[in-house]
Nanobody, 121 residues
């Protein structure tokens, strides 16, 4: 069974930093794209950052985190990190790891169970 194992959430003061990690376990397929989304109470889930997991490693960020957050691939397969700096109370949300394989049929899409990030003012 494929699982996305997330770690690194927690409580931090405004201006602080956290690093999230996500590892895909139980899959024999390399994921094409990995990334993070977040959902705050009463709001829709939104893009935080995604990275192409093969080749170019190109990235895409949500507007609200550009310049503060950095997504990167791990040395091992199917691993992604999110370095979050200059955290703001508005960053408080549940952060979900996302992974998908677009080069297989049918395409595969997975979500982690979420890790809470709380930024105090």
């Amino acid at each position: 069974q494929v699982q996305l194992v997330e770690s690194g959430g927690g409580l931090v003061q405004a201006g602080g930093s956290l690093r999230l990690s996500c590892v895909v376990s139980g899959s024999t397929v390399s994921m094409s794209v990995m990334g993070w989304y977040r959902q705050a109470p009463g709001k829709q889930r939104e893009l935080v950052a995604i990275i192409i997991n093969t080749g170019s490693g190109s990235t895409n960020y949500g507007d609200s985190v550009k310049g503060r957050f950095t997504i990167s691939r791990g040395a091992g397969k199917n691993t992604v990190y999110l370095q979050m700096n200059s955290l703001e109370p508005e960053d408080t949300a549940v952060y979900y790891c996302h992974a998908r394989a677009e080069h297989v049929i049918p395409r595969l899409t997975y979500w982690g169970q979420g890790t809470q990030v709380t930024v105090s003012s």
